[in-house]
């Protein structure tokens, strides 16, 4: 069931953390696709030496950025984990200089700066003889040779050895939910190499909520989670809860070839785009092997929080806004409906424009400033309810860096009319 702190978050920090930071390769996929031998992948182990973490410190910047929550790699699909566990030797603990449980670290640093503690975990494992001992749903032998990572690659069955994978995550989950303070959000990936019957997803998700009963689920669970999570290209519609995870350049971990980054200001734009939809936005960074943070990924995070911070009040707990055909840049709602939030990307020429707000209004200011802006409507049909279209005057507003957020005080629940419009029969 999804939770209110979730829905009111809007921003969370995704932190992939691995030893694929080490050699400039991306995380799993690299050995998997065949861009680096799996024995070269694993010779990373070797230089994950996490020396430089500071959880703390990470959890101050997060805040600083304005994120309410983070989502930190617990376990990739290599099958290297972050933390103690009793299911495996291949753990940082054990196999790198890092010599310790770093998910009890980042966890203890989290809830103590009160931030919401996600965990990121793969439900598949390319590195475990057991995961690869059955076939996906519907795909034959002949059909998986190639796949040696995720079947059997032409040989024959054990699924006695995948009872025994899937025996193995929950007892990785037991671990993780009872080990480290209260975890509030789980982000499971890999689904879907196997169906929801062959990860007896239904029981899974019941045994979860048995360890943990609230907590939030995301869903790559073969149907079985409680939000949606596009990746990478922003929905530009929306019918429930989501959230849109992102990279800050092309690379999910560290990789320090790849500087095609994206501006603080492309970043504000998708935020704002993501919450004027009612979702979350859950940003990357990909942390050294050191554990120290790379500077341009600490400039995008401090450019980010400028802008929560000075417009919270839009941000935190709002709601969907506008449909795009009432206002065109983008929106959100207070949870009462009175207070309506408009973002403004680009110095205004004279006006900025919505269409079919039915509500009387009470103010309209600049929220960081608190400047107040005149305003008329145009088209009005009162008699009908209509306000008709109303025209924000907007010329010489001080413009913000990034976006200008103006917020419309209403003097009732927001009202928005939907007509298509009718010929004017009567005037008063």
């Known amino acids: 069931m999804i939770q209110d702190w979730f829905l009111d978050a809007k921003l969370g920090i995704f932190i992939h953390w691995g030893i694929y930071s080490v050699a400039d390769v991306s995380e799993s996929w690299s050995f998997h696709n065949g861009a680096i031998s799996y024995e070269d992948y694993m010779k990373q182990c070797e230089g994950f030496?996490?020396?430089?973490?500071?959880?703390?410190?990470?959890?101050?910047?997060?805040?600083?950025?304005?994120?309410?929550?983070?989502?930190?790699?617990?376990?990739?699909?290599?099958?290297?984990?972050?933390?103690?566990?009793?299911?495996?030797?291949?753990?940082?603990?054990?196999?790198?200089?890092?010599?310790?449980?770093?998910?009890?670290?980042?966890?203890?640093?989290?809830?103590?700066?009160?931030?919401?503690?996600?965990?990121?975990?793969?439900?598949?494992?390319?590195?475990?003889?057991?995961?690869?001992?059955?076939?996906?749903?519907?795909?034959?032998?002949?059909?998986?040779?190639?796949?040696?990572?995720?079947?059997?690659?032409?040989?024959?069955?054990?699924?006695?050895?995948?009872?025994?994978?899937?025996?193995?995550?929950?007892?990785?989950?037991?671990?993780?939910?009872?080990?480290?303070?209260?975890?509030?959000?789980?982000?499971?990936?890999?689904?879907?190499?196997?169906?929801?019957?062959?990860?007896?997803?239904?029981?899974?998700?019941?045994?979860?909520?048995?360890?943990?009963?609230?907590?939030?689920?995301?869903?790559?669970?073969?149907?079985?989670?409680?939000?949606?999570?596009?990746?990478?290209?922003?929905?530009?519609?929306?019918?429930?809860?989501?959230?849109?995870?992102?990279?800050?350049?092309?690379?999910?971990?560290?990789r320090p070839s790849d500087d095609d980054y994206k501006s603080p200001a492309m970043l504000v734009r998708m935020f704002c785009d993501c919450i004027s939809l009612g979702g979350n936005m859950l940003l990357d960074i990909g942390p050294k092997p050191d554990g120290t943070i790379d500077a341009p990924q600490v400039e995008r995070l401090e450019a980010m929080g400028d802008f929560v911070h000075a417009n919270s009040e839009a941000i935190y707990a709002s709601r969907r806004g506008l449909d795009r055909i009432h206002y065109g840049e983008g929106s959100t709602l207070s949870k009462d409906g009175r207070n309506l939030y408009l973002f403004v990307f680009d110095s205004p020429a004279e006006m900025v424009c919505v269409r079919g707000l039915a509500s009387a209004i009470d103010s309209i200011t600049v929220l960081r400033t608190g400047e107040r802006l005149n305003y008329q409507f145009t088209g009005a049909v009162p008699w009908q309810g209509i306000q008709g279209t109303l025209w924000i005057e907007a010329k010489g507003l001080t413009i913000e860096d990034h976006c200008t957020v103006i917020k419309i005080a209403l003097a009732e629940p927001i009202k928005i009319h939907h007509g298509h419009g009718s010929a004017i029969t009567y005037n008063p």
């Open 49 to 254: 030496t996490a020396e430089h973490f500071d959880a703390n410190a990470w959890a101050q910047l997060f805040k600083r950025a304005g994120a309410r929550y983070a989502v930190l790699t617990s376990k990739h699909h290599d099958g290297v984990c972050l933390f103690d566990t009793a299911e495996t030797d291949l753990s940082v603990v054990k196999c790198c200089p890092a010599g310790r449980d770093l998910i009890r670290e980042y966890s203890s640093a989290m809830q103590a700066a009160e931030l919401r503690c996600g965990l990121y975990f793969s439900l598949i494992d390319w590195s475990d003889p057991r995961y690869r001992s059955v076939y996906p749903a519907g795909v034959s032998p002949d059909d998986s040779r190639a796949d040696i990572y995720g079947s059997p690659a032409g040989g024959p069955e054990d699924p006695q050895a995948f009872e025994a994978f899937l025996a193995s995550n929950r007892s990785q989950m037991r671990e993780l939910l009872t080990n480290y303070g209260t975890i509030d959000l789980l982000w499971f990936d890999g689904d879907w190499e196997r169906s929801a019957e062959q990860w007896k997803m239904a029981e899974f998700r019941d045994y979860l909520h048995r360890l943990n009963p609230a907590i939030v689920l995301n869903s790559r669970m073969q149907g079985y989670g409680d939000y949606a999570t596009p990746e990478q290209g922003l929905p530009l519609e929306a019918s429930g809860p989501f959230e849109f995870c992102t990279t800050m350049n092309q690379s999910w971990g560290y």
